[in-house]
């Protein structure tokens, strides 16, 4: 997930500019292929919403912009900038995924 900023006229990719790049879980091997939905506005916690690429999806939250200094992202999160992440198994605890249609 990349994060780039528009300064003037040109794009940016440097952290310096406010830019960023963050991992997520890709056990599918093809990426999520959903649309990054922007959340948070004015005084709130502000975060770029996506479902990641792994088999049975799971939502993830990125800080979009600065995370809390104090910020301890979760042990199953593979990048800090993950604020959370809950598998998207409508509430069925042992619901699985077959991509092969088996």
């Known amino acids: 997930m990349p994060k780039v900023v528009w300064i003037g006229e040109a794009r940016r990719a440097n952290e310096a ?14 990426g999520t ?15 770029v919403a996506i479902t990641d690429g792994e088999e049975l999806i799971n939502m993830v939250l990125f800080w979009r912009e600065a995370m809390p200094e104090d910020w301890v992202p979760s042990q199953e999160a593979p990048n800090r900038r ?21």
């Not at 292929?33 to 975060?47: K, L």
């Not at 809950?86 to 042992?94: C, K, P, Q, Y």
Request: contains cysteine; glycine residues 18%; proline residues 2%.
């Open 33 to 47: 292929g959903a649309t990054p939905s922007v959340m948070g506005f004015g005084e709130e916690d502000r975060f």
């Open 82 to 102: 993950i604020a959370g992440m809950l598998r998207a198994n409508m509430g069925v605890s042992d619901l699985h995924c077959n991509r092969s249609g088996q």
């Open 17 to 30: 500019d406010g830019a960023w790049t963050a991992r997520d879980l890709n056990g599918w091997g093809h």
